[in-house]
């Protein structure tokens, strides 16, 4: 799934038009999910490809693309950004709007990364009930 992002979200703002991506993502996420009869991680799926897109929103460059696809034992979500500064967790305050997305998915994941080229974000959910993709 690629779309590409609005010229006028960059520099932490993201556009009014890109603000329905992240929400377009979870469903199809949602729905793939459902193809794979994984109903027990597509919450937390949902939230990750959340976080991850609206950081590419957010802090990438160019058009974003979004991968979720089965891998051995887990289902892995990766999110392209076009940008080649590597994402890492910020330490928000308590008085920041934001800045936790990346605690989030820390969090959340069963592990997570960006690539050696720093344009890709990844996360990944372990398939509990010993299925092997």
């Given at each position: 799934?690629?779309?590409?992002?609005?010229?006028?979200?960059?520099?932490?703002?993201i556009a009014e038009e890109d603000r329905l991506w992240p929400q377009?993502?979870?469903?199809?996420?949602r729905a793939g999910l459902s193809r794979w009869n994984r109903p027990d991680i597509t919450e937390a799926a949902e939230l990750l490809v959340t976080e991850l897109?609206?950081?590419?929103?957010?802090?990438?460059?160019?058009?974003v693309r979004v991968r979720v696809h089965l891998a051995t034992g887990r289902v892995l979500i990766e999110v392209q950004d076009g940008s080649?500064?590597?994402?890492v967790p910020r330490n928000a305050t308590p008085v920041d709007e934001d800045g936790r997305g990346l605690l989030l998915v820390t969090a959340i994941a069963d592990?997570?990364?960006?690539?050696p080229d720093g344009t890709t974000t990844w996360c990944s959910l372990?398939?509990?009930?010993?299925?092997?993709?």
């Open positions: 799934m690629a779309f590409v992002r609005s010229s006028e979200s960059m520099g932490g703002a377009q993502m979870r469903r199809a996420v897109v609206t950081n590419a929103l957010r802090h990438g460059r160019g058009d080649h500064e590597v994402a592990d997570w990364g960006v690539s372990l398939l509990r009930d010993g299925t092997t993709a």
